[in-house]
């Protein structure tokens, strides 16, 4: 056979080391597709003269624009198959992607356990991203439940990795030269720094957009993720096609710049649940709420704790569960993650 | 709060200052997504070489790109209530964007009249675009009519500026060093020069375009033009997401490559109105009508006064109001410009 | 008239040269989008560094999209008024396009022969794409069937070029410096080297995708690509837009990389045919057939040819004709190129 259908659960083996192919060069093309595509007005990902007042050399590429570069070329060899992506742990951006840099994966395998219905696991996996000096760009834990090809093969031994629940605050890398001190309010959009967000708060972010099945089958090619449930149309039996859970990560991230404008890096991804999925002809809106926040060393920058939330047409804004303790059938994300802030 | 629903009527003061949010850095992926969006033609805006023949030391940002960038920086402060775009007047672009520029925008406002009704007034703003030179790149006037947030809050006094109704040809400032001298007719796509051109002349584009709701919503987040009409489907009642204006201007001056394949620089907005809405599925023609002509001291580069007019579907073609003097229910854009052009 | 309405067969003569309009110049943002509309992943064309490691001295455009360019180029003057796309010949790529390079486009009648119906004919051209500095990048031979104008205008003398029925191997151009010898299996994603496929062999390539207006329409205006029935949907009786084939043909190459992830460079277009239209809605699926294999004196490099065949949903996979010796109806392209492979 010359071609792949992906890999089953049995195929993973702990402790495995998964090189994933197909590497890739970004350049302005993909910062002006990633504004085409979301609603992105986070101002250091969008003029290099406010990321140079911010001491980086130019406007980095968005950091969910990195994620899903890593995240795409890990699709062939873990989540071809996936029945379900269950969680994000321990994710790390650790230096930021520019315009020129080229991209390659690599996950380890770090936990398997075989469902007791005996027809499909849960595969944990460490993904790191490199750029071309071979410097790790990310670094982040997913699981996924994947079908067994031969409902025969023989359960691995389990082994569930100990993951914290979420990443500590010291453990957050600030990009080298990061120095909000000389931030400018106006530029950006709004005057909140982190000193004006109370932990607890939550802020719906007001807008909405509604997504057409070509824009979310453009951004998933970009990243080029390759999971056919996202491109035919004939591979369900109801005809839709389900959304990339990314795309929903970062049309809500976008969406956020509403109330939290000056909560401009990514830089940990504690969680996330792809609660519910997402078709074309949902209209999503987002808000969000203040978990934490914390001092950093670099100059003027804070660190805020935030939960994300993605929630489509008649859902009731800033609630996430039900009476039952699941999530409302309109919640679409539930993210939790650190952003850099002026302090 | 920390969101913003945007200003109304009673938020501005006269000859206040606005910075505007979000500046942006253009690339060749601003370009790209331009061609892919609009079928422009134009050689100097497709060509460094053509460019570079002609004076220029790479190929610029197409004007109506840096219209919208520049514009769509204003839309959170200025249009976000709006009821309706009213008009331009005193448009000009002083300098070419080329990639590697970022551009930010600032409005003043000048001029406030509270409707009769009042319930909402009309806000004069100049905007100008500047490059990370402070070097102002575009600069024009618009009024919109804006909602009132308090009803009851008093009425300003009157003020409506004094606009111009076009930029006088010896206003018209032409790119430092252009030369059409040694223009490629060949290259460029048709023969004609600015002398070939008679006033009241007019011409159908022949070619139509459909448009897709995708379309309209990548070009418009493209210029970070966050109007919720443009995104959010549940916005209106019928479920229709109302195409931003400037969408169709675009569409338009791209459509008018055959027959104005030589107008390619456009240097002047002396009026423009958005006669009838656009939607998606709508099949959009355009046809110029030739107002005038005048020199320029710039070697072998005439200024050529154009009308241009977006028209849909079953529309008459060339003209443009019907025996009541209103605009024909088809007719969506009424757009009057200078362009620059081989003399 | 000012406008152009197309050419018609009447106004070919034997042997003239048409300079086609409007030179691009390319960049990363033409490389971005190449890589949403298409779910290209060969690694040359998407790494920087893996295209230096295989000698050359950055990633090049993807060969399909040069093609599209300097075809798009041509079809104001060529097919703009054609009944059929009828084939492709002796197609090959001579040099690689970079971004920063300015493509024109430049094509020779070479056959002319009016139908017996004496209402259209068929044309030949060679066309020819050239860079910045005058060399070819491209060169290939089409023919399409062009309506008179005038019913009445008088048959020009029938020549038919002799066409070669493929590129001979020794007839292939290696870009200089191409050196496949320490080529890195992993990244590119499979194992097979040319000595891996066997003549004869087919290969299904097992993922679909279903096409969207908006996704079309995007990629075939990117190509300036004018051709009216791809645009406007009251151009055709049932309101619907036939998608460019070119359009198909990247499709089609880029799901191949499932299977043939090696077949790196095309460098020759053997012959080429749209058997069936396809249209927004279609799923497409893609299946190659290893017609024959080749030296090239290039360090590790082999060439092989293919046979790459899209079709639509519900049509059944390896299979080209029915028992009548036509084209199923779902096949919707047979294209016979040649690749660069690691021997």
């Known amino acids: 056979m010359k071609t792949s259908a992906g890999r089953f659960f049995e195929d993973y083996k702990l402790g495995?080391?998964?090189?994933?192919?197909?590497?890739?060069?970004?350049?302005?093309?993909?910062?002006?597709?990633?504004?085409?595509?979301?609603?992105?007005?986070?101002?250091?990902?969008?003029?290099?003269?406010?990321?140079?007042?911010?001491?980086l050399p130019q406007s980095p590429l968005e950091d969910m624009a990195a994620f899903h570069i890593v995240f795409g070329k890990t699709?062939?060899?873990?989540?071809?198959?996936?029945?379900?992506?269950?969680?994000?742990?321990?994710?790390?951006?650790?230096?930021?992607?520019?315009?020129?840099?080229?991209?390659?994966?690599e996950s380890t395998v770090i936990g398997l356990k075989e469902n007791s219905n005996?027809?499909?696991?849960?595969?944990?996996?460490?993904?790191?991203?490199?750029?071309?000096?071979?410097?790790?760009?990310?670094?982040?834990?997913?699981?996924?439940?994947v079908h067994k090809g031969d409902p025969a093969a023989a359960a691995p031994e389990a082994v569930v990795p100990d993951l914290k629940p979420f990443v500590a605050a010291q453990d957050l890398v600030v990009p080298e030269g990061l120095?909000?001190?000389?931030?400018?309010?106006?530029?950006?959009?709004?005057?909140?720094?982190?000193?004006?967000?109370?932990?607890?708060?939550?802020?719906?972010?007001?807008?909405?957009?509604?997504i057409e099945e070509a824009e979310h089958m453009l951004a998933t090619r970009l990243w080029q993720n390759t999971a056919k449930v996202h491109f035919d149309a004939t591979n369900r039996s109801d005809g839709r096609r389900l959304i990339y859970g990314g795309h929903v990560i970062s049309l809500a991230r976008a969406l956020s710049f509403n109330g939290l404008a000056n909560a401009q890096m990514m830089v940990a991804l504690n969680a996330g649940s792809h609660a519910n999925p997402c078709f074309?002809?949902?209209?999503?809106?987002?808000?969000s709420e203040v978990i934490d926040k914390a001092e950093t060393s670099a100059p003027g920058v804070a660190a805020v704790r935030l939960r994300l939330v993605a929630v489509k047409q008649e859902t009731q804004p800033l609630v996430l569960r039900g009476d039952d303790k699941k999530y409302l059938p309109g919640v679409l994300l539930d993210l939790d993650y650190w952003a850099l802030m002026p302090a």
């Open 16 to 55: 495995e080391v998964i090189t994933h192919a197909v590497p890739r060069t970004v350049s302005g093309g993909e910062r002006a597709l990633y504004h085409a595509l979301y609603p992105a007005r986070h101002a250091l990902y969008s003029s290099d003269e406010f990321a140079r007042a911010s001491g």
């Open 75 to 105: 699709v062939p060899d873990i989540s071809l198959n996936a029945v379900a992506n269950l969680g994000y742990a321990e994710g790390r951006w650790l230096k930021p992607v520019y315009p020129g840099d080229t991209l390659r994966s």
């Open 118 to 145: 005996g027809t499909s696991g849960v595969v944990w996996v460490r993904s790191r991203g490199f750029n071309q000096r071979g410097e790790t760009v990310l670094d982040y834990v997913r699981w996924v439940m």
């Open 179 to 210: 120095d909000f001190s000389r931030y400018d309010f106006a530029l950006a959009g709004e005057r909140h720094r982190a000193a004006d967000y109370a932990i607890g708060e939550k802020i719906d972010h007001v807008d909405g957009v509604t």
């Open 280 to 287: 074309a002809g949902d209209t999503i809106r987002a808000w």
